[in-house]
């Protein structure tokens, strides 16, 4: 018997490309360092845009303006136990706050070419990093008022 109803993790991430590279971020996880975008779970009373802006400063010191939906995606863990619905926005950085601390976990941040983030596949927190910026450059782009906060 499960403790609570199943339900997916709401989660946000940020595809964000300057100069021909991508903002990602390298994290300690339970399987090692792995590779993932600025990425976290929606909190209570937060809009997905606020959320995602939250955690790109709080996992990368950069100040996010989303400028798009690039997609959502839904993917459950190869041991089954959780699934994630995850809200893909797009957008730039404007400005870091260096000297920040950033979140427990975090290693670094790291802008990759799109080479260097196929060739780090095998380390990536989920198949979503890549799926994320293929939709990126492909042209994938949706307005943000597809998604209705009230």
């Keep these: 018997m499960k403790d609570r109803p199943w339900k997916p993790n709401v989660t946000v991430a940020a ?29 209570e009373g937060e809009s997905l845009l606020e959320a995602t802006v939250r955690e790109v400063l709080e996992e990368t010191a950069h100040r996010f303006v ?13 041991q089954g136990d959780i699934t994630y619905l995850r809200f893909a926005y797009g957008g730039r950085v404007e400005g870091e706050e260096r000297g920040r601390a950033l979140d427990a976990g975090i290693v ?10 196929r060739a780090t596949a095998d380390r990536h927190r989920s198949p979503l990093i890549l799926q994320c910026i293929e939709d990126w450059l492909g042209g994938k782009r949706h307005p943000l008022s597809l998604v209705h906060h009230h």
Excluded at 25 to 40: D, I, S, Y
Excluded at 66 to 72: D, F, K, N, S
Excluded at 108 to 117: I, K, L, Q, Y
């Design 108 to 117: 670094r941040a790291v802008w990759m070419t799109p080479d260097e983030v």
């Design 15 to 43: 595809v964000i490309e300057r100069d021909g590279r991508f903002l990602l971020v390298e994290e300690e996880t339970p399987e090692g360092l792995r590779f993932n975008q600025p990425a976290g779970h929606l909190e």
């Design 66 to 78: 989303p400028e798009y939906l690039v997609g959502v995606y839904q993917w459950t863990r190869p």
